[in-house]
């Protein structure tokens, strides 16, 4: 248990209600111990012929109307009303406690997780569908309130009730106590062994679950493609061969569970019986008064409840594993961008200034011994544009990932005014470094909260000036509500151009001194390029910027033109130099005279 001592600190954050719920737990074993006697009031002193004990003989001097059979009738079912009420008031507390900290741990962890997540470098996600990691955060999370009510409090009540119950049961038969206990080891050798299976069963339940979680997740993401491949009927077959999976081992589970709870059920019947048999036998006898056994009979069945949920708790043990694993994975992965201990922040430049930005033999890739660029040493003077150019795979994008610390290289270095961008806070490096991507990535909030994402107090008027800049104001002001227009999943609602702008105005209100435009007319028609390059002209004054683009009408505006093939960067000249280049020169580069792109 001792690897899972990460648990503690969320146990520790709700200390006060855990001991709350304690006390709750002893007052209800309390009352546990109280319900059998008005029965044997009953049955021994109201309806049977029993010597009424000290106790009671010492309530009738109190009593006006004495000990009548009447009075004790009354008496007994008034106790039962008033335990009854004790015993409900107790578990309603129980109930509200435990979902208060059982959420509020819950959370504290899904917060502890969804950070860590956000944390992790984007090669720790490609691995990882989303919808895993969505089952992770919102199922496997509850595991930390299952461990403090299966592994903390069940066994402290269970250990009050034997303790309690079982003192109480010594005193009414002690030879009835010991046979009551006799079948106790049995039941624990069937939960060990039992027990020693779920923590497997249990982990291939909860895969089984985030594997069809990741795939109605990837296919709703993808539905477009889904419907213009008519793939839904495929689709169907594989979500039901999932399904199935999840339910063969959520059954198998729920098998070994059962027989777990069978068997010990048999065991306690067994016991049961023994205890009535010999009880029996000593009532006939004149030993035992009935109402002691029936009272003895009730408490057994606690007590035989206390024991198989004691022995339970290792069991339950073993099938919290399984999440607690998979929560570990999450809190203790290392494929995390981590920060020097003497990070430092650059000092912001002055307004019109911009940043070097330098690569120095740097050379990456994503998966050991397999390179996607290799010893780059590239620099970008301050307010330069610099156009990467080159075929799909040459490493333009690894390589401008490389900038915000998505990734870090694995030799060289990568510098912003000659300090590596290592020894630099994420959060100074990241807000010199704005982005637009290929693919605008926009988010269902409105026009206004997508434009200032990158800075969330920016005014109003401030939004609709970089959205003027971006050649956006015009097509935002003709949405439904203006720039309050919620914006669909993904941007679903606009044309690649209008998200586009939208994308570039994000940028321009960010007002990073470096830009990195990552072939952002790539899927454009030529009349919205043309658009577009206006509104990049715009944001590229005066920034330094990386422009990696496959046309090089896009490459135009760039004072500078790299290309890359095979991760190595093979040429560098201007855009009109390469774009006269003959077809048959050294290196054999050439332009496409139809697309504009760069051919090797």
């Known amino acids: 248990m001792h690897k899972y001592g990460w648990t503690i600190r969320y146990l520790r954050r709700q200390w006060l209600t855990l001991l709350l719920i304690l006390a709750l737990t002893a007052g209800a074993v309390a009352a546990t111990a109280l319900q059998p006697w008005p029965l044997k009031i009953l049955v021994d002193y109201a309806i049977g012929d029993s010597r009424t004990p000290g106790w009671l003989s010492a309530l009738a001097g109190i009593s006006p109307f004495g000990l009548s059979p009447f009075v004790l009738v009354v008496a007994a079912g008034l106790a039962s009303l008033v335990i009854f009420a004790l015993n409900s008031a107790l578990e309603a507390g129980l109930t509200l ?40 955060l919102t199922g496997d999370a509850y595991v930390v309130y299952t461990l403090a009510e299966g592994v903390l409090i069940s066994p402290v009540q269970h250990l009050l009730t034997l303790v309690l119950l079982g003192a109480v049961a010594w005193r009414l038969d002690s030879q009835l106590t010991l046979l009551s206990f006799a ?69 198998r589970g729920a098998l ?48 035989q409840g206390a024991v198989v949920g004691l022995l339970a708790v290792y069991a339950k043990m073993k099938s919290t594993e399984a999440s607690l694993d998979r929560v570990a994975e999450i809190l203790n992965a290392n494929e995390t961008i981590r920060e020097a201990p003497k990070a430092r922040r650059l000092p912001r430049p002055g307004k019109g200034k911009s940043r070097r930005l330098s690569f120095v033999q740097v050379s990456f890739g994503y998966e050991p011994d397999r390179p996607v660029i290799m010893d780059i040493t590239l620099e970008l003077l301050p307010g330069e544009v610099v156009a990467l150019v080159g075929p799909s795979g040459a490493g333009k994008s690894t390589l401008a990932c490389l900038i915000p610390r998505f990734y870090d290289p694995w030799q060289g270095q990568v510098l912003l005014d000659g300090v590596d961008v290592r020894d630099l806070q994420l959060s100074s490096l990241r807000a010199d470094v704005a982005w637009v991507p290929q693919e605008p990535l926009l988010l269902p909030l409105s026009v206004t909260d997508n434009i200032r994402y990158g800075r969330p107090e920016a005014s109003l008027t401030e939004v609709k000036a970089a959205a003027a800049a971006a050649r956006a104001h015009q097509f935002i002001e003709r949405l439904p509500h203006g720039y309050e227009t919620v914006i669909g999943q993904r941007g679903t609602t606009l044309s690649g151009g209008e998200k586009q702008r939208l994308a570039i105005a994000r940028a321009l209100l960010k007002d990073s001194p470096v830009l990195v435009l990552d072939e952002p007319t790539s899927s454009l028609d030529a009349e919205t390029e043309g658009l577009l390059l206006e509104a990049l002209e715009v944001l590229m004054t005066g920034r330094t910027t990386l422009l990696i683009a496959h046309r090089m009408s896009t490459a135009r505006a760039a004072s500078r033109v790299v290309v890359l093939r095979d991760g190595r960067i093979r040429e560098t000249g201007s855009g009109k130099q390469l774009q006269e280049a003959p077809a048959g020169h050294t290196l054999g580069w050439r332009v496409d005279s139809l697309t504009g792109e760069v051919k090797g």
């Open 97 to 136: 406690a435990w979902s208060v900290a059982g959420q509020r741990m819950a959370y504290d962890l899904s917060a502890d997780l969804f950070k860590k997540m956000e944390s992790l470098s984007l090669l720790f996600h490609h691995k990882h569908p989303v919808g895993d990691s969505l089952s992770r």
């Open 183 to 251: 079948v106790a080891p049995l039941t624990a050798a069937i939960a060990l062994y039992l027990g020693r299976h779920l923590k497997a069963r249990s982990r291939q339940s909860r895969e089984a679950h985030s594997r069809l979680l990741s795939f109605v997740h990837q296919t709703l993401v993808a539905l477009p493609v889904v419907q213009v491949f008519n793939a839904q009927a495929r689709n169907g077959s594989r979500f039901h061969s999932l399904a199935e999976d999840a339910i063969t081992l959520s059954q």
């Open 256 to 303: 070994l569970s059962g027989s777990l709870g069978l068997a010990g059920g048999l065991t306690r019947s067994i016991g049961m019986a023994a205890v009535l048999y010999y009880g029996g036998l000593r009532v006939l006898n004149g030993n035992l008064t009935v109402g002691a056994l029936v009272v003895f009979v009730a408490y057994m069945r606690s007590l």
